[in-house]
């Protein structure tokens, strides 16, 4: 005997159907709504800081972690860095510089380590200017305070014109003014000038 349909199977059978093609076309929907989220960007929150670093390097020219390298008439070898430098729009070849860094070795071992906040350096003519809290640092132990240093790499001669304290073996001391050099064997010396002041501290 066969079975008569009812009306509420062929509802639900419509139902039925309709969810069938109802929910992909909803999942797709869903799925479009959340591309067009994510890709949407609010340009207001990128551009002001692409702006300015474009802008800054646009304006300034610099040098990140420059290094210049050579060796003076005597045979003393020079490492002058620094963390950034500016080349002079007129010539190039001269910087200004932060956070740099001089190191000299002279051929009997000896050494010596600058640091300064900021500086100059001329790198046709070796010629260096280091200011602001200068710190000079040798390999015999001694470490000296001052605010400028100036002079040649090429002949070595560089000068502190102003106060220079510090301390080291003999005890600590102050001087007007202190020169570094090389001797006639090409050794690096300091002599300080312009009246020295030493406080003897003895060895213990």
Request: proline share 6%; aromatic share 4%.
């Amino acid at each position: 005997m066969a079975r008569i349909p009812h009306r509420a199977d062929n509802l639900h059978s419509r139902i039925v159907r309709l969810i069938r093609i109802l929910l992909p076309i909803s999942a797709l929907a869903l799925l479009s709504t959340t591309f067009l989220l994510a890709r949407r960007v609010n340009p207001e929150d990128a551009i002001p800081i692409a702006e300015v670093d474009v802008s800054e390097r646009a304006r300034e020219r610099q040098l990140t972690m420059p290094r210049f390298t050579g060796v003076s008439r005597e045979g003393t070898s020079f490492d002058l860095s620094a963390r950034v430098a500016r080349p002079d729009a007129g010539d190039p070849r001269r910087m200004s510089a932060d956070a740099m860094e001089l190191v000299l070795s002279d051929p009997a071992g000896g050494r010596a380590q600058v640091r300064s906040d900021h500086g100059h350096v001329d790198t046709a003519t070796r010629q260096v200017e280091l200011d602001g809290a200068v710190r000079i640092e040798t390999s015999t132990g001694y470490r000296m305070d001052t605010d400028r240093i100036e002079g040649t790499l090429g002949r070595l001669d560089v000068v502190a014109p102003g106060e220079v304290t510090g301390d080291g073996p003999l005890g600590t001391f102050r001087a007007g003014a202190l020169r570094i050099d090389e001797d006639a064997t090409g050794a690096v010396r300091m002599v300080f000038t312009d009246g020295v002041n030493l406080l003897y501290r003895p060895p213990t």
